[in-house]
RNA sequence: UGCCUUAUGGUGUAACGGUAGCACAAACGACUCUGAAUCGUUUUGUCUAGGUUCAAAUCCUAGUAAGGCAGCCA
């Protein structure tokens, strides 16, 4: 690798680290401490990733600390496969980068919002208490019904007024596991008037006889996210809890419930900011499931997903993920950030950091006819152009080789520039060679070229310096390693798949992968999973976790920039 | 006829009352043993209408448009 991981430059500022930086100059914080709270009923995406990045970011630019932490508050949709993916998903991330503010409990665990169960329910106790909350026995229907939406005000509850002694008689009733599910809830007393409707007294625990992942059969009630939340952030001495737009409106729910009890001081503050949206990709969790479990792809993290794993096993490293995440800013703006963006990112960083190799992804035979049968030699072929320290590697060359199907034209268009009848073009490392012939099969394809070399065009020779316009890889025949490599493109042919209430099933991209059978050098044998290569003029390769040495599978992570592909769809 | 939020080139963002800048994309050119990379040049922008001010993308008012909110999900 050349230039290794290059520091993280710094953020830019953006208004969410303006006020972290704000509150250190006032000292209304001493020490910045953040959290990411993944709720663990699913596999973390791209979008995780911008949160991440800025959470774990400003732990690490203001010198605090962030906590992972599982909001896991509803056991019917929570489990450890996603407690475990989730780890391993955020160590990659931010793994060389700020790993040293990354926070876990003592024992090297997560903290989880169910270990703050029973101080939740001694919170719940001192709500009741203080007249602030009660035992209501409405049904979820009648709950709905009764708080009206929107644009109608809601209604108070009958139950609202019950006296202290009996709300709190019923909450230990629940507690205790004597209703069913559903049979009553704890309820916050704010105003069932409010115009925000999550102040119309929410709901603040409900009754769920399930088994937790993390708290087994220890509870039967479960408290609320609004409800949780807020209070785990004040139990873990969260500074700035920063989540997406969609929680807006509940801040003032976050800030009342803080202020109603005895928490501690300072207490945390709640700022959004704009989840990610990305061109020719779904985000949402549970669009993503949706894919997974009808088949359209392989799995979560099948490398056409936007998942942390999938882009992981897809070859995008956590630096270029890190640096996207850096460029698209934080905002309240809710935007379309384009794929193109994250495409960049992604080639800047393999860019610097990928060996050169030569492969052929379609054949084309070529046979160098004044070169004796048998021929063979090996040619110096530099591993990367930006940093010479690198070194060469030899590559075999011999009278039969494979050339890039794309790079023949019998009738070539304008500007073409690569091999045509009669034309000369460099083999990359190697001689300059014209193609004297072209040989067909019977169908009229092509079968193979027949071209002479010009012997003393070699680096370093006699005529090495000719002025050829179009330089090609190649691959020796008998050389070759037969390799599968799996192209991947978009998912999605629109840009936005469920614009215009478009159900994305059907803008599915059917080329979104393509297997062959690529000829490569045989350098790529001991091609290891953490490395990274460029095919010259091709693309970018990383070993799939299921190659073996006896069937090795690359994946493309990302094309070239292809100008000519460009230019050609012109004419 | 509710509440909250947002609006700067094609896209994403910066400018904190004083020169509208950056990145991606696009176009053109240089270089090139990768039609890559690199380098250079260029195109395109403050939602609308009023107001305050010597001066407004920025402050005020009104409008328009977009997003979010009516789970015992998070």
Request: proline share 7%; net charge negative.
């Amino acid at each position: 690798m050349t230039t290794p991981d290059s520091p993280d430059a710094p953020a830019p500022s953006d208004f969410i680290r303006d006020i972290v930086a704000a509150d250190l100059a006032s000292g209304a914080c001493q020490r910045v401490v953040t959290r990411f709270p993944p709720e663990p009923n699913g596999y973390l995406h791209i979008g995780h990733a911008k949160s991440i990045c800025l959470n774990f970011g400003i732990a690490k630019e203001f010198g605090g600390v962030c906590h992972l932490r599982m909001d896991d508050t509803n056991p019917a949709k929570e489990d450890v496969e996603y407690v475990d993916s989730i780890i391993a998903d955020v160590r990659w991330l931010i793994a060389d980068w700020a790993d040293d503010v990354l926070r876990f409990k003592e024992d090297a665990e997560p903290f989880y919002a169910s270990d703050y169960f029973g101080q939740l329910y001694a919170y719940a106790l001192t709500l009741i208490h203080e007249g602030k909350a009660y035992v209501c026995d409405l049904t979820a229907e009648q709950t709905d019904e009764y708080r009206g939406a929107p644009d109608r005000p809601g209604r108070p509850s009958p139950f609202r007024d019950r006296s202290v002694e009996e709300n709190l008689h019923l909450f230990h009733e629940m507690r205790a596991g004597a209703f069913p599910d559903g049979a009553r809830t704890l309820r916050a007393r704010i105003d069932p008037h409010h115009p925000n409707v999550w102040l119309r007294d929410p709901v603040l625990y409900r009754i769920r006889h399930t088994a937790h992942h993390h708290t087994g059969d220890a509870w039967c009630i479960y408290p609320m996210y609004d409800y949780a939340h807020c209070l785990s952030d004040s139990i873990e001495r969260i500074t700035h809890s920063v989540c997406t737009l969609e929680f807006e409106v509940h801040r003032p729910l976050y800030n009342w419930l803080l202020e109603s009890l005895p928490v501690p001081s300072p207490r945390p503050h709640q700022h959004e900011f704009a989840r990610l949206s990305l061109s020719y990709t779904l985000m949402s969790k549970r669009k993503l499931l949706a894919l997974v479990s009808e088949g359209l792809v392989a799995g979560w993290d099948d490398p056409r997903m936007p998942t942390i794993s999938g882009l992981r096993r897809r070859g995008v490293t956590a630096a270029a993920l890190r640096h996207f995440a850096l460029h698209i800013g934080i905002t309240k703006y809710n935007g379309l950030t384009e794929v193109g963006v994250l495409e960049h990112a992604i080639r800047e960083d393999l860019n610097t950091r990928a060996q050169r190799r030569l492969g052929v992804l379609r054949p084309l035979k070529v046979v160098i006819t004044n070169l004796p049968d048998g021929h063979t030699e090996t040619v110096p072929a530099a591993n990367h152009p930006l940093d010479p320290a690198l070194g060469t590697r030899a590559v075999p060359f011999s009278r039969e080789l494979y050339i890039e199907q794309d790079d023949f034209a019998e009738v070539p268009p304008p500007k073409f520039f690569r091999l045509k009848p009669c034309g000369e073009v460099r083999l990359k490392y190697a001689y300059i060679i014209k193609c004297d012939e072209v040989v067909k099969n019977a169908d009229g394809t092509i079968a193979e070229l027949r071209c002479t070399a010009d012997l003393d065009s070699k680096t370093g020779g006699a005529t090495s310096s000719r002025k050829i316009k179009g330089t090609i890889h190649w691959v020796s025949a008998a050389h070759a390693l037969a390799a599968e490599v799996r192209l991947y493109d978009r998912l999605f042919t629109e840009a936005e798949p469920e614009a215009e209430g478009r159900d994305f099933r059907t803008c599915l991209n059917p080329h979104s992968l393509e297997v062959l059978t690529a000829q490569l050098e045989p350098a790529l044998v001991t091609a290891r999973p953490e490395e990274r290569f460029q095919l010259e003029r091709l693309a970018y390769l990383a070993l799939d976790p299921t190659s073996t040495p006896e069937r090795p599978v690359f994946n493309r992570v990302i094309t070239l920039k292809d100008t000519w592909a460009k230019e050609a769809a012109k004419s």
